[in-house]
């Protein structure tokens, strides 16, 4: 039992019971204090993360113009270098089909230097071995080859004396024929030279020869063609004055009866002292009755 009086139990309920609503109201005001700064401490939280937000935010925007930065920087030193680099390699390639291409030209050129002396040396040969009729007929050939000009001279030297030497063989060899009455063979000659000379005052002399002797073998036809020819060379300044005597008797015997007769009447105006120019005139007069023809 207590030593305290009846009215202190009371009392000190009292007190406990007042010290506990402190109590209870320091608890709760403990309580507040705790919830206002869990408020604040999660208000803080709150805000604190905000900002954490936008500094990553902006740490993250900033990542991105920086990635967006370097990039770009990246993307101009890419295409200004691969610009030179693509410069750099079309030069390269244009320089290469350059030489590609010089080097095709200076094969073909040593090719064709090559046939060209091929060509040369095997001319050459023709010419040594006096092989004229070959020579000459290759000559336009080998002219078109790719010559030195002292090939080109000599070349056209030795055509040209292989030309003449075909035509003096020829000429000499038909008249000696015509002369000797071999008619035949003197056709045969003096075509084979004129085939290798047409013009000039000695191919006048050659068809003169050579009509003479195709009107004497019935070639009346020819002989006309080839002594308009040697008289058109003027032939009766080397020796052929009777040239038109023989083409009025090839005209005559072709029946072309006008044209004769005015070559028979020109021949002997023309020649005048010549033996032929009786006969001629006669032959004029004779023909002056004969029927008038025409071609």
């Known amino acids: 039992m207590s030593d305290l009086p009846p009215s202190e139990p009371s009392a000190e309920i009292e007190r406990l019971r007042l ?22 401490v999660a208000g803080l939280v709150a805000a604190q993360r905000r900002r954490e937000r936008g500094v ?13 930065l370097l990039g770009g920087g990246f993307l101009m030193l ?6 030179e680099l693509l410069d750099a390699r079309d030069r390269a390639i244009e320089e290469r089909d350059g030489h590609r291409g010089r080097a095709a030209e200076l094969q073909a050129e040593i090719a064709s230097r090559d046939q060209a002396a091929e060509q040369a040396l095997a001319y050459y040969d023709l010419l040594r071995q006096d092989r004229r009729p070959e020579a ?31 035509v003096d063989a020829g000429y000499l060899a038909g008249l000696d ?6 008619l035949a063979r ?48 003027r032939v009766d300044q080397v020796g052929g004055g009777d040239a038109r005597y023989y083409l009025a008797a090839a005209l005559e015997a072709l029946g072309r009866i006008d044209e004769a ?17 009786v006969a001629a005139r006669r032959k ?3 023909l002056a009755h004969a029927p008038s023809t025409t071609n």
């Open 284 to 286: 004029s007069a004779m």
């Open 177 to 182: 024929a015509f002369r000797a009455r071999d």
């Open 186 to 233: 003197a056709i045969t000659e003096l075509e084979r030279a004129l085939a290798y000379e047409q013009e000039g005052p000695r191919a006048a002399q050659m068809r003169y020869y050579l009509g003479v002797a195709q009107h004497r073998v019935g070639r009346h036809e020819d002989a006309a063609r080839q002594l308009e020819l040697a008289i058109a060379g």
């Open 19 to 40: 010290r506990l609503d402190e109590q209870g109201a320091l608890v709760r005001r403990t309580h507040a204090a705790v919830t206002a700064l869990a408020e604040s």
């Open 261 to 277: 007769r005015a070559a028979y009447d020109k021949f002997a105006s023309a020649q005048p002292e010549s033996q032929l120019a």
């Open 136 to 166: 000459i007929a290759r000559f336009g050939e080998v002219q078109q080859a790719r010559l030195t000009p002292v090939e080109r001279a000599l070349f056209t030297e030795g055509e040209t004396a292989a030309r003449a030497e075909i």
């Open 78 to 83: 890419y295409k200004t270098r691969s610009g």
């Open 56 to 68: 990553n935010l902006n740490s993250f925007i900033a990542y991105l113009l920086f990635t967006v």
